[in-house]
């Protein structure tokens, strides 16, 4: 099998740290190649802009915002995503395009055919061989961000918001079941690890 891009996505509070654990772990107990990387982020210049963009007193526009976005997302593919892969080497991201997606066209209103050329003008072909997508009711979401650390700018916002970002995760993994794992991440811990463990165990016996 040729070395896969893989990632994880999913409204927050809906446990990604968490569970990027899990997998570091499923890839170590079987000696993989595997290089963990972040969106916004996984580069110099993407890390720049993420601290711009999750910085509660950025005061950015829907277009700018979304253009910040897939800007730390070139630079990421460039320099990090496709290098690896080239090597051999399995990519796992947390967040990629569909956070895009969610976040600036569900939660925000960006056009979603407007971030469908940024993605094609981006990335080219590339796309993920598995997205993993944590779900998790509303209620729940909100619980644990309201528990975590200072709210960054994302987190700031209303139950509505969420909503809206939620939906449009949804609805991606309908229409694409090849490609996204579904997991629902309200469960334990232990029933999330192992339905995380069986579906890369599916994966990667392909």
Not at 140 to 163: L, V, Y
């Amino acid at each position: 099998m040729q070395a896969q891009f893989i990632t994880l996505d999913g409204i927050d509070g809906a446990g990604k740290s968490t569970n990027l654990a899990v997998i570091r772990q499923w890839f170590e107990r079987r000696n993989l190649p595997v290089l963990f990387t972040r969106e916004p982020g996984g580069t110099p210049v993407g890390e720049t802009l993420r601290d711009i963009l999750l910085n509660p007193a950025t005061k950015a526009g829907l277009r700018t915002e979304t253009l910040l976005m897939f800007a730390a997302r070139c630079q990421h593919i460039e320099d990090v995503i496709l290098p690896a892969l080239a090597r051999g080497v399995h990519v796992v991201s947390d967040r990629f395009t569909d956070a895009t997606f969610a976040y600036q066209g569900g939660g925000r209103g960006v056009p979603l055919e407007d971030i469908a050329v940024l993605e094609n003008w981006v990335q080219g072909s590339l796309r993920p061989d598995l997205t993993v997508l944590l779900d998790v009711p509303l209620e729940i979401s909100m619980q644990r961000i309201a528990k975590s650390r200072e709210k960054d700018r994302f987190e700031q916002e209303e139950a509505a918001f969420f909503t809206r970002v939620r939906d449009v995760y949804l609805n991606r993994a309908a229409a694409a079941p090849e490609r996204y794992a579904l997991v629902d991440s309200s469960k334990s811990p232990e029933e999330v690890k192992n339905a995380i463990e069986s579906l890369l165990d599916k994966h990667f016996a392909v």
